[in-house]
C-alpha cells in the first residue's frame, strides 16, 4: 500500500510516496517517486509547480493474468510438495523458481540469464513479490538440479490432474502430435535428449529436443506429454508412449467409452495400427500419404462433394462456395483390414501448391539451361554423362521434385557431349493432380464423411505447441 514517507537530509525533511510489499517475509520498497521539500508540495498542491511527470511503464497484464491463472493451479504449491525443501531460507523455493520462469515463458520468453533484468521491468513487486536478483541463471539451474526424473513426472502428472479438474473433458476424441525444438547446444555438451535430425524448422545442423503432446478434442487441454531424442523417429515415439496415451484417455472419458485418437501419417505404421487394433473400443483417425494411393489422388473432382464443416460453413456464408473444402469417401485395405478412407480437396491449397510449383518448376528450367551451356562450351566438370546426370537429380532434390517432369537426354555426337530438354506434360499433370488433396483413413465405419473430417481438421488448426 502505497504511504508518505520523510527522510531528513542534513536537518530538512524530503518526502517520497513509497510502495511497500513482504519479499520473502520481510517487507522491502517496491516503487519510490520522489516529491521534495514542504514547500515544493505546498506550490504543487496550488498549481504553482507541476505534478511530478516522469512515467514508469511496466509489463503488467500478462503477469497480473498468468498470476490468476497460478492461483487456480498453484503450480509453485505443487513442486515444492513433491521437491523436498531446502534448509536455506530467505530465498525463492524451487516451485518459485519454475514460476517465475513459467511467467517469463508465457509473456516475453528470454534466457534464464536475461529473466532478471526482464523482471525490473514488470510490475511483478505489485503482483507477486521476488528479490529479482536472485532469479540468476545460476541459480535456476542450481534449483533444476534438485528436480530428478521421478519427481519430475510426479509433478507432471499432477499438474494434469488439476488441469483436468479445473477444466474436465467430457470429449471421447483426442489429438495427438510431434513437434521439436532446436538448441543453440554445442556438440560437445553432453546429453541425452539433444541431437540432431530432421527439423521441422529446417535446421538440421542444430541439435533438437522432440515433444509429443496428446491433448482433447473439445478443451484443448494438455493430458499427457513426452519429451524424446531430436534424432528418434516420430512412429517410434509413438509406440513407445502408446499405452500411456491410452490410459490418459482413458482417465479423462467416462467408463467403457469408446475412444478416438487423430493423428498424422508420421506415425501410421504397422506396428503402431496393430497395437491400436489390438486395444478394444478404441478407434483411429489418420492421414496418408498420397503418393502410396495414386489410385485416390487421380479421381475426378466431380465425384467430390462439399463437406459440412464449420470454415465451409463461414465460407458459405460469405459467398466464397468456390473455396470449400470437397470430399470423396471409399474402402480399401490398409495394414490388413478393410478401412473407410475419404480424400479431401482444398482449392485454395491447391491454388497456393501451383503457384509455388511453377516458381520451382521454372527454376528447373533455368538450371537445364544453364547445364545446356556448359555442356556445349565443355566447361570444366562438365564433360561426364553420369556427372551431368547426378547434378540435375540433386537440384530436384533441393528443389523437392521428382526428376521426371522434364525430359533430359545426353547424347555423344562426335565426341562431345549434347544435352536436349522437354517438359513431360503427363508427369507434370499427375503431379499437379496431388495439389490439395489429403487421405483420410480410419476405422470408423459409422461415422459420416462430415464427423472424420472435421475431426482431422480440429488437429490441424487446434494442435498448438506454443
Known sequence: MAHLHKKMKKGRPYYYIREMA????????????????PERILEMAQGKTSLPSKLKVQEFGGLWLAHLIEKDIDIAGLIDEIVPPERETGKPSVGEYFLYAIYNRMIAACSKRAMPEWYKQTAIQHIRPVPV??????????????????????????????????????????????????TFMASDTSSDLAQRGKSKEGRNWLRQIGLALLVSRDKHIPLYYKEYEGNRHDSKVFL???????????????????????????????????????????????TYSTYFSEEFVHVDLEN??????????????????????????????????????VVTYNPR?????????????????????????????QAPQWRKQSSILKRYEERCTELHLPSNLYKMEVSNIEGRLHVNFRKNHYRISRHINRFGKNIIITDLANWSTDEIVQASLDRLWKMDFA
Open 22 to 37: 513482504r519479499v520473502e517475509g520481510k517487507p522491502k520498497v517496491i516503487n519510490q517517486v520522489y516529491l521534495g521539500t
Open 349 to 377: 491449397t491447391a491454388t497456393k501448391q501451383r503457384y509455388g510449383f511453377e516458381k520451382k518448376l521454372l527454376s528447373l528450367q533455368d538450371f537445364l539451361f544453364e547445364i545446356q551451356t556448359k555442356v556445349q562450351h
Open 304 to 341: 467430390f462433394k462439399p463437406v459440412d464443416t464449420c470454415k465451409n460453413r463461414n465460407l458459405e456464408e460469405i459467398g466464397k462456395n468456390d473455396d470449400r473444402l470437397l470430399a470423396w469417401r471409399t474402402e480399401g485395405e490398409y495394414w490388413g483390414r478393410q478401412r473407410t478412407v
Open 133 to 182: 536478483d536472485e532469479l540468476s541463471s545460476q541459480m535456476f539451474w542450481q534449483k533444476w538440479d534438485q528436480v530428478d526424473e521421478q519427481q519430475l513426472q510426479q509433478i507432471a502428472g499432477e499438474f494434469f490432474q488439476r488441469i483436468n479438474r479445473l477444466e474436465p473433458s467430457s470429449s471421447d476424441c483426442f489429438m495427438f502430435d510431434t513437434t521439436n525444438y532446436y
Open 240 to 286: 513407445q508412449v502408446i499405452d500411456d496415451i491410452f490410459s490418459a484417455m482413458q482417465g479423462s472419458s467416462k467408463e467403457g467409452s469408446t475412444l478416438t485418437v487423430v493423428f498424422d501419417k508420421g506415425m501410421n505404421s504397422e506396428d503402431n495400427i496393430a497395437a491400436i487394433d489390438a486395444k478394444e473400443n478404441v478407434n483411429f483417425i489418420t
